[in-house]
């Protein structure tokens, strides 16, 4: 019962008695499992937390594109290379139904990608690190996709409909995509020389807390998480899934003889899960504040896309005018 869940985060969440009629049928709707569809009512900061929620999400699959586009000239194969366009091509097609979710909200797809070009909306930290090596394609995959997977298969169950079903199928191409960067990493342990092995490590290295930070600040700082899971809109805490996804990778970092760069990664045999050490939480908020590694790399170069890419739309709106003229006629 989401009165249970108000613990979880700094932000209060009204009690029932605060809840006016609408929101408490509103809110027995949720309890009931029973989805949000875009014309039901819905309190505005339902919506706003969706808003806001989606069109991060379909930002970072727009600016993920970036680190893994960096590699698609330098790709040593020609089946890696048409493997990493397909999975660029996927993350795109992610994006474009997440801003589809948004907009049976009233959201303005125009409006929100400005915001994120202006640094008033934002995307996740994980895309603000570069990729220095090939075996970053892998990594990427294994370890940003592997922990996407992570916090988006609670999300096909999320109480909005519109985004529960975009993240189906989403969810399925993610799967994929984890395996193939996996595979890509074991392939160089298994087969590579001691230079591709080192640059395994030097990649696990250098993303391994980035990753870790994707889950957002820890559940005492996380101000969104008590209202957004008494809604139903998040079914489990921040520190929660990073705990699920560190349990779950470690056996396959030992299959593939490589470690984390964490010294006190322990079992514990009595909760069997995997302890680990402080995640340096300043380098997660500059990021946030726009001070990573490539934060203003990234937004340059979608304003960028965005700019060059105008003379198509321009001229796919002036064609669909010619087209119902014709038809018209
Ligand atoms: N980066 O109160 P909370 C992918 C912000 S998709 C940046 O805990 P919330 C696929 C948060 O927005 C990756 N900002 O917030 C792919 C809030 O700021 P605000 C994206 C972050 O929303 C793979 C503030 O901190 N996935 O990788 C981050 O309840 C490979 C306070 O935090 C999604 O977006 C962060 N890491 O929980 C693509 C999944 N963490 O808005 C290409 C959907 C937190 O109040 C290649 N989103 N913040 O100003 C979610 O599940 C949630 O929004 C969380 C954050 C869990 C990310």
Known sequence: MYAQMVETGVKSVKSTTEM????QAFQARIDAEIKIEPKNWMPEAYRKTLIRQISQHAHSEIVGMLPEGNWVTRAPTLKRKLQLMAKIQDEAGHGLYLYSAMETLGADRDEEVQKMHEGKAKYSSIFNYPTLNWADMGTI???VDGAA???????QRTSYGPYSRAMIRVCK????????GYEILLHLMREGNDAQ???????????????LMMFGPSDAHSPNSAQSMAWKIKRHSNDELRQRFIDQTI???QILGCTAPDPDL??????GHWEYGEID??????VLKGNGPCNKERVAQRKKAIDEGAWVREAAVAYANKKQQRNAA
């Open 20 to 23: 006016s009629s609408e929101e």
């Open 149 to 155: 997977i992570v916090n988006q298969v609670p999300l």
């Open 197 to 211: 092995k080192e640059m395994v490590q030097d990649s696990i290295n250098r993303f391994w807390w980035p990753v």
């Open 141 to 143: 995959g294994w370890l």
């Open 173 to 180: 191409e993610e799967s994929f995509h984890q395996r193939q």
């Open 281 to 286: 939480w300043t380098e997660f908020f500059e």
């Open 266 to 271: 322990k079992f514990n045999e009595e909760t």
């Open 251 to 253: 056996p396959q970092l």
